[in-house]
């Protein structure tokens, strides 16, 4: 026998003995919890679809672990406007266990054990994923690294002052300070490899810094 329920705002089949992961329920490990939501059950081909929900139908499920989905990165940049946002988001879940599917107002069985089999599944997939993480965190980490590095080597000497070029306002100076271009010079001598360095690390457009290159090598000059 299988059911269809909605939980969380999202529907999973289920059967049982099911292990699944939902959005957070408040309850602890080794509770049994019901889920009176039960949109369609059936076994084979016959099936009982509800108008939303089937009267009488009713899952239950035991807690087996609470916990954090992966972290979920959104990240917004407006184009020629220096404007940069990031913001994480961590899903909290709860893993359940798939007890009992109760048809016509039956009532669920009052046990709450939490099963050895249920914790070592959960621990079984969460050790890859472990795993993986160890094996991955000293390229992160160096990756983490070059990301911090500047990209030029800034000269020595008294820097300009570039918000005199049109476009380059006290943030973008203070941005590019931060990756070391300081001077109209370096400006001036940008090549189009490094033009394209800019624009996949920092904010900034290709056409942008190429208009600040040409507006650099007058003030150069000067």
Not at 23 to 41: Q, T
Request: hydrophobic share 45%.
């Amino acid at each position: 026998m299988f059911a269809v329920i909605k939980t969380g705002g999202k529907q999973y089949r289920v059967a049982a003995n099911d292990l699944l992961k939902i959005e957070k329920v408040e309850a602890n490990v080794g509770d049994i919890v019901e889920i009176g939501h039960v949109l369609a059950h059936g076994e084979g081909e016959n099936v009982t679809f509800g108008a939303p929900f089937v009267d009488g139908a009713l899952v239950t499920a035991e807690v087996v672990e609470q916990g954090k989905n992966r972290t979920v990165i959104a990240f917004k940049k407006r184009r020629r406007q220096n404007s940069r946002r990031k913001i994480g988001h961590r899903q909290l879940l709860t893993t359940v266990r798939i007890s009992e599917i109760l048809l016509g107002g039956a009532k669920p069985a009052k046990k709450a054990a939490i099963k050895a089999e249920a914790k070592a599944e959960v621990a079984a997939e969460a050790a890859p994923k472990e795993a993986k993480a160890k094996k991955g965190a000293p390229k992160e980490e160096a990756k983490a690294e070059a990301v911090a590095a500047p990209l030029f080597k800034a000269p020595k000497g008294e820097p300009n002052d570039l918000t005199v070029i049109k476009g380059i306002g006290p943030v973008a100076a203070k941005d590019l300070a931060e990756q070391g271009i300081i001077t109209f010079a370096q400006l001036a001598k940008l090549s189009d490899k490094d033009v394209a360095k800019i624009d996949e690390h920092m904010p900034f457009s290709a056409d942008q810094i190429k208009d600040w290159r040409e507006q650099a090598k007058e003030l150069a000059k000067k």
